[in-house]
């Protein structure tokens, strides 16, 4: 059991005297490491054995691994610590980290105080289930843009960004983010993972859209509570699937693709054109495409599979 005593805790005695002692608090993230350790000795040892100790150390940066929200940051505050404002931005660098690694161009997010000042340069918010390793996330994006004011919204596992230059807001959003759920012999409902999954391919599309009202006074952005101009949104019930391929999106659009369903987005003489089938009754549980991995030595590679 990990115990951190780290920060000390002010009581009052019955007697009305006031104390402070080292208080203790359950480190859960870290318990699941903890547990993989094991140091054994014929007797209780009592000192000197720090070195025969087996040591775990994290390079990441702290951001990396969490960002607490313990307090809520006044209006006129330029301190983000351990706000869901200062959350927020730990969240945008991570994702300028995994996405500049994946030949797509975006500006980097500032300092804080601009933060404060004029809001953030973009919202960008990826599903961990797109990974959650980011060596996996970056293998499903690769090439494109992401311009300054920019949303960017990915709420399903089975996704493939092919040089897609976004300019404005794009979200998509998925009921069966990882899989979809079957109940067994107890009653008792079990999460399949890649079984009925929605499931999004983007390659070489634009998307163009006035996006999100940066001007609006009333926007909480940790909160995603934002005016939009404009926005395009993927909805994708159950394991419908979504395809959108050198096409270029521009304005106020919203593609609800009806499970069992699949829809291609191609460009058109009006712009684009449209195409909804029904899946195959043989590819209803596994999707049309899935993610292949193989585990190279301490890497993962991904490849995309046409069934």
Not at 5 to 26: A, M
Not at 55 to 82: D, G, M, P, W
Not at 202 to 221: A, C, E, K, M, P
């Amino acid at each position: 059991m990990v115990l951190n005593t780290k920060k000390p805790i002010v009581y009052v005695d019955l007697f009305g005297n006031c104390h402070s002692v080292s208080g203790g608090r359950l480190e859960c993230t870290m318990q699941n490491i903890a547990d993989n350790f094991s140091n054994t000795h014929l007797s209780r040892c009592y000192q000197g054995v720090e070195e025969e100790l087996d040591t775990y150390i994290v390079y990441n940066e702290r951001r990396r691994v969490t960002s607490s929200a313990k307090r809520k940051r006044r209006h006129s505050e330029s301190s983000l610590h351990q706000t869901p404002d200062g959350s927020l931005l730990d969240i945008l660098r991570n994702s300028y980290d995994i996405l500049s690694h994946c030949e797509i161009e975006l500006p980097e997010i500032g300092n804080n105080d601009k933060y404060v000042g004029s809001g953030p340069s973009y919202l960008i918010l990826l599903h961990p289930a797109l990974g959650p390793l980011w060596e996996v996330t970056r293998q499903k994006f690769h090439g494109g843009s992401i311009s300054k004011g920019s949303e960017l919204q990915i709420e399903l596992a089975e996704f493939l960004w092919r040089n897609v230059q976004l300019d404005g807001s794009l979200i998509v959003v998925a009921d069966n983010v990882m899989g979809s759920t079957t109940i067994d012999d107890n009653g008792e409902p079990i999460m399949q993972y890649g079984y009925r999954c929605g499931r999004c391919k983007l390659q070489d599309v634009t998307v163009l859209n006035r996006g999100i009202d940066w001007s609006f006074r009333d926007n909480i952005y940790w909160k995603l509570d934002v005016q939009r101009f404009e926005a395009v949104k993927v909805i994708l019930h159950g394991n419908a699937e979504f395809e959108a391929n050198k096409v270029v999106l521009q304005g106020n659009h919203t593609f609800e693709v009806p499970d069992g369903c699949r829809m291609k987005v191609t460009s058109g003489d009006s712009g684009f054109e449209i195409q909804l089938d029904p899946l195959e009754p043989n590819l209803l549980d596994s999707g049309t495409w899935h993610w292949n991995y193989e585990v190279n030595g301490a890497h993962i590679l991904l490849e995309p599979v046409e069934l």
